[in-house]
């Protein structure tokens, strides 16, 4: 299957500093970008669809001023978490779809805020 | 709009035992349906995927699954369980519409296997 990379794997920061998440297609153009958290012991929840060259659609209840989403090429999509709180601790994935009916995951990461 | 529900949030089997791990869906459109594994801090490998055509879908690591329309059924199973099944498995629905809705998942909430020897 086609290849999904995310970075960072973890990260920890302070409360009140921005972190940013990187989701690429290594090995295909992915005109859609999605991506999900997965708070402790619960399952995977959308928060936003992202197109390339656009604005992201975020899902009910996501603070797009709070995570901030650029798809500025057909590779690579970025998730920034603006003045992180403790409570955005989380997992985060990516997922990437090209032109077929399956998207692709990337491995995630896992933020900590301190 | 769409949902799954997986029946168990915890099972638990012996080693060599069958694996059964129920999903039931609701959705407006036909859907598309995934069965995906997660590793203790790890992104998600798929499993195994319908679409269309045969019912009986087989996927990696001896799972298949059935997808049975008049019970909205997807139920996970695996003849025998090895150890290294021990995971957390995500039912996964898609509508069928085309466009950029096959990448917005709906997750079910998740069972944790544990394999015991």
């Known amino acids: 299957g086609a290849v999904v990379s995310q970075h960072p794997s973890w990260v920890i920061c302070k409360s009140g500093t921005s972190v940013k998440i990187e989701c690429r297609s290594l090995d295909f153009q992915a005109t859609t970008m999605f991506w999900y958290r997965q708070f402790p012991k619960q399952s995977l929840m959308l928060m936003a669809t992202s197109n390339e060259g656009s604005k992201a659609t975020y899902e009910q209840g996501v603070e797009k001023d709070k995570f901030l989403i650029n798809h500025a090429s057909l590779t690579l999509s970025t998730l920034t978490v603006t003045s992180a709180h403790p409570e955005d601790s989380s997992f985060y994935i990516c997922s990437a779809l090209g032109t077929g009916t399956e998207a692709f995951f990337g491995q995630g990461t896992r933020l900590t805020v301190v | 709009a769409q949902s799954v529900t997986q029946l168990g949030s915890h099972v638990s089997v012996s080693e060599g035992a069958l694996v059964l791990l129920r999903c039931n869906y609701s959705s407006s459109v036909p859907p598309y349906l995934f069965w995906y594994v997660q590793y203790p801090n790890q992104g998600l490998q798929l499993l195994l995927k319908y679409t269309t055509g045969a019912t009986l879908v087989k996927g990696i690591n001896g799972f298949e699954a059935e997808f049975k329309k008049s019970e909205t059924s997807f139920h996970l199973t695996k003849p025998s369980a090895h150890m290294s099944d021990a995971a957390e498995y995500f039912c996964?629905?898609?509508?069928?519409?085309?466009?950029?809705?096959?990448?917005?998942?709906?997750f079910g909430q998740g069972t944790i296997l544990t394999v015991h020897p």
């Open positions: 996964v629905v898609t509508p069928n519409a085309g466009g950029t809705s096959y990448g917005k998942l709906t």
